[in-house]
């Protein structure tokens, strides 16, 4: 289940940062192999129990062997919110900033403003931003050169509220999309799947071949999975681009 790992993740960083009160714990979230873990690194920082820093050389050595994702770290008294040096390290590596408060059991995510968001793997789902439709948006919007257009109310509702039939296939008609056959799916055709949490088709997922989706889980990191038959049997819709077609 693509789930289970940002599960782990979360108790991975739980763990550790109560493992290292009343200091900062960090570390550093990676890709490989299509799979997200943790990558725990000394907090070298002057005063821990305020602040974090990870060395150079440990971050440079990480960059060298993963695809890193993002950069995690713990908040152990009451501040909240991210520092401003929490924030300098972030546009200074270019790389999100996952935070984890232990005095509310909260995490909360810093994207710094000059990163180069070139990649569609690992964003954290964020209703409208970083969820499974706008990932489709934008990669259509950045690969295939095909920008939706649609009212924003359309948007708006929650997907419990959604009615599959009057609303998303009308608008992918209006978008110059074609319903397809299941069976018949190739490379960037978009996939509609039933979820865990409604039991009804709600997921969208963009097929890149060879059996690989990506797609954005429900309050986790977006990323490629195997199109296997746990996901097979859940699509119940499939469109095409007629300028894929």
Known sequence: MSN??????KKFIKKKSLEDSPNETCGFIVEENNEFKCIPTTNIAKNKQINFEISGIDFLNIKSRYNIIAIYHS?????EEFSEQDKICAEAMSCDLILYFIKDDAFKVYEPFNKKNNTYIGRYFELGKYDCFSLVEDFYKKEKKIEFKYDKSFYSQTLENMNIENEVLKFYKDNGFIQISINDIK???????????????????????????????????????????????????AFRSKEND
């Open 75 to 79: 908040h152990t008294n009451d501040f």
């Open 4 to 9: 289970m790992i940002d599960n782990k993740i």
């Open 187 to 237: 490379t960037h055709d978009i996939l509609l799947m039933d979820t865990f949490s409604f039991n009804k088709a709600k997921h969208f997922a963009i097929y890149l071949g060879d059996n690989k989706i990506l797609h954005q889980p429900l309050f986790g990191f977006s990323k490629i999975d195997n199109y296997c038959n746990f996901y097979k049997r859940r699509t119940s819709y």
